[in-house]
């Protein structure tokens, strides 16, 4: 894939369909935006206030659904952990050690039983 900039897609001259208007692309795994504004309607110090909380709230976004997914993964663990040791005390109540379970689940498995 080409990491070198597309250049403008349209020509400069021509007149925006909004007064502020913003190209995203992702190039090496990083978000690159444009901000294109008239200058005449707004000053740079509007439009950099405007990006820097864009960049504010993307970021916030980002940190939010890290965090869902963590919390996701670690529901997941402790959801395993849990079965494990349901399936550790039913085993031991039918008087079946590790061992045993396992030579017997290796015995289905030779015999063509699906093991899951």
């Known amino acids: 894939m080409a990491t070198e900039s597309v250049g ?21 795994n990083q978000i690159q935006i444009i901000w294109r504004y008239g200058q005449q309607q707004y000053r740079l110090s509007t439009v950099q206030q405007l990006t820097e909380q864009f960049h504010r709230n993307i970021c916030s976004l980002i940190a939010k659904e890290e965090k869902e997914e963590t919390a996701k993964k670690e529901r997941s663990a402790e959801a395993s952990s849990v079965a494990d040791s349901s399936s550790a ?3 031991s109540a039918a008087r079946v050690d590790a061992n045993q379970l ?14 899951s």
């Open 8 to 28: 403008e897609t349209k020509d400069p001259l021509n007149q925006r369909r909004y007064l502020i208007e913003n190209k995203a692309s992702i190039q090496t």
């Open 89 to 91: 005390a039913k085993f």
């Open 102 to 115: 396992s030579q017997l689940m290796g015995k289905l498995k030779a015999r063509g039983g699906q093991v």
